[in-house]
């Protein structure tokens, strides 16, 4: 009954290859992130959707494409991994939440730690 | 200059010791102050959450906010060897759409 699972666990795979990421969860929240954590733990938000709307999209490098077939699943596609590329994943999800709404608990998933060779 | 600070740490303190963890930030927008606990290999878990001003207890935790020093603490009393963790603080603006800004981390070590 995990609440925000995250496949795989563990990623390894060579500089210039593509790879996914999933995120799925079942606590029907309508919101749902994805955050890179490099190895100095800072922690910063990448995308967010929330009704398979994206709403926000950080800088980040256009090789990054997330997607979301409905709200429980948010994927994460990297084309043309790089050496940079190398860190935790993680996904979050959260109740609705607007522009003016402050009390958004987000709950994240165990994480997927890539590493780029 | 990163818009929140924290001190990254390591923290080591005996058992039973009260713990003091702190953020400073720049924007002075910021309204919603969290703090999250994560456990090694683990995703981060909210602990407190408040908005403003002022204090929040929960059992042996209390945040504390200073909007006028831009300072936000997270205190831990009796802390515990279960409360060895790194502890993000994090806060967001009354008008951002979800949009939580993270501190580095502080890794804090309890020692039996």
């Known amino acids: 009954d995990t609440a925000v699972s995250q496949t795989p666990k563990y990623l390894v795979t060579q500089m210039g290859n593509d790879k996914s990421i999933k995120c799925e969860q079942n606590?029907?929240?309508?919101?749902m992130y994805w955050y890179k954590q490099d190895s100095k733990k800072f922690l910063k938000i990448m995308f967010s959707y929330n009704n398979k709307e994206l709403i926000i999209n950080e800088t980040v490098p256009n090789r990054f494409s997330p997607k979301s077939p409905d709200k429980a699943h948010l994927n994460l596609h990297i084309n043309s991994l790089e050496l940079g590329d190398s860190a935790v994943y993680f996904c979050?999800?959260?109740?609705?939440?607007?522009?003016?709404?402050?009390?958004?608990?987000?709950?994240f998933g165990p994480g997927t730690r890539l590493t780029v060779l | 200059q990163k818009e929140v600070e924290q001190d990254p740490g390591p923290l080591s303190v005996p058992e039973g010791a009260i713990v003091s963890l702190n953020c400073t930030y720049s924007?002075?927008?910021?309204?919603?102050f969290m703090w999250y606990r994560q456990y090694s290999r683990k995703g981060p878990e909210l602990l407190m959450y408040t908005y403003s001003s002022g204090n929040k207890e929960d059992g042996r935790f209390t945040a504390q906010v200073d909007k006028s020093s831009k300072y936000i603490s997270l205190f831990i009393r009796d802390s515990q060897p279960s409360d060895s963790a790194t502890y993000l603080c994090?806060?967001?603006?009354?008008?951002?759409?979800?949009?939580?800004?993270f501190g580095s981390g502080t890794r804090l070590s309890i020692r039996p």
């Open positions: 924007n002075s927008a910021f309204q919603y």
């Open positions: 979050a999800s959260s109740q609705l939440s607007t522009p003016t709404s402050g009390s958004d608990t987000q709950y």
């Open positions: 606590l029907g929240h309508d919101t």
């Open positions: 994090a806060m967001k603006r009354y008008s951002s759409a979800s949009k939580i800004i």
